[in-house]
């Protein structure tokens, strides 16, 4: 096969493994069978093997990276990762909500209430489409470079993956969670009793300790997901009214993001407060409240952030629940 045919059948290839990724990671309903996606990973993979100037960054064959770091980069976000306030019960949301409502001189606030995923905030680079880098929250203005571990993460797009229309923005800088789900995390630990490792307390610590690897193939052999929640405002990006309108644009990229309600006013936060407290453990991955976000972007922005926390959103906790009896354990380099 000559190189122009090659360098065309690469592509296809690398379009047709993400779109399949995409259906079996994303949306959790794969169109092919797993020998069938096998074949094709095989079929580029030796066509990087004849021509290795065919290989992209964003190949599927270049998930798990080479070899180790000696340490992490440190990132210096384009804009800081604000962390959340707490709120513990009703009286502490209701003087949240009635701030809000007398400097914005509004009767009701609706709201987005999204499950608080209990794990470790990143946030994602996409240049012209392509994933590019990705960094630890760190101290909100620094973070470390974790983007070869990232790139392990199945459910994660190599490349934006943008519906028949859409178009891929220029940069997008997109800020998530990286989790474990429950049941992951139980096999994880399953498995490193039988190999006589120390055991995760929770699967929080399993998602940091995964995600700190310097080996990018040890982060490979975790159980890592993602959700994406939040995104930067870059030049070349749609605007929209809400939050809501935001997030349903990243899915349209191909980018994975979780179920999120809207609420309105007070009472409409308490009832998805208390539906999400009761359905707590129903859920596939842990969570340790709700977050509650303004969702019309023009409040947002007049209400802007106080210090480090914006004073558009806050972190509605459920109360602590018995402790694990689990010992603790750090996972070290
Ligand atoms: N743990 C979560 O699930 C979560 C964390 N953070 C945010 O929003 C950031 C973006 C700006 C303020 C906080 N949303 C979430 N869902």
């Not at 074949?39 to 180790?68: F, K, W």
């Not at 940069?171 to 995760?200: A, M």
């Not at 052999?221 to 605007?239: D, F, H, K, N, Q």
Request: proline content about 6%; charged content about 30%; some cysteine.
């Amino acid at each position: 096969m000559d190189l122009k045919t090659a360098e065309k059948r690469a592509r296809e290839l690398r379009q047709e493994l993400a779109h399949h990724n995409y259906r079996y990671y994303v949306l959790d309903s794969p169109e092919v069978s797993d020998a069938q996606y096998d074949r094709l990973m095989r079929e580029l993979q030796e066509l990087e093997g004849q021509h290795p100037q065919l290989v992209t960054p964003d190949s599927p064959t270049q998930r798990v990276g080479g070899e180790a770091a000696q340490k992490f980069e440190k990132v210096v976000h384009r804009a800081p990762m604000l962390s959340l306030a707490n709120v513990f019960n009703d009286e502490e949301f209701s003087d949240f909500d009635e701030r809000i409502r007398k400097q914005a001189s509004v009767s009701e606030v609706t709201y987005v209430c999204e499950p608080k995923l209990d794990g470790l905030a990143i946030t994602l680079r996409y240049e012209g489409g392509i994933f590019m880098q990705g960094a630890t929250r760190g101290d909100g203005t620094t973070g470390e470079d974790v983007t070869a571990n990232l790139r392990t993460v199945r459910s994660l797009p190599l490349q934006l993956l943008p519906q028949d229309g859409v178009k891929v923005p220029p940069l997008l800088e997109v800020r998530g969670e990286v989790f474990i789900r429950k049941e992951d995390f139980k096999k994880l630990n399953e498995k490193r009793e039988e190999e006589g490792e120390p055991l995760f307390a929770n699967p929080r610590n399993a998602a940091a300790g995964s995600l700190r690897q310097l080996d990018p193939k040890m982060t490979a052999a975790r159980p890592l997901s993602i959700y994406l929640y939040e995104y930067v405002a870059t030049e070349g990006l749609p605007s929209f009214k809400t939050h809501t309108d935001k997030l349903e644009y990243l899915k349209t990229l191909g980018l994975p993001v979780n179920r999120h309600v809207r609420a309105k006013g007070l009472d409409g936060v308490r009832k998805e407060y208390e539906a999400s407290q009761k359905g707590r453990h129903a859920l596939p991955f842990e969570v340790d409240g709700m977050v509650v976000k303004v969702d019309d972007e023009d409040l947002r922005l007049r209400l802007g952030q106080v210090s480090k926390s914006p004073r558009w959103a806050v972190a509605y906790k459920f109360p602590p629940e018995e402790e694990s009896t689990l010992v603790e354990s750090i996972e070290v380099q």
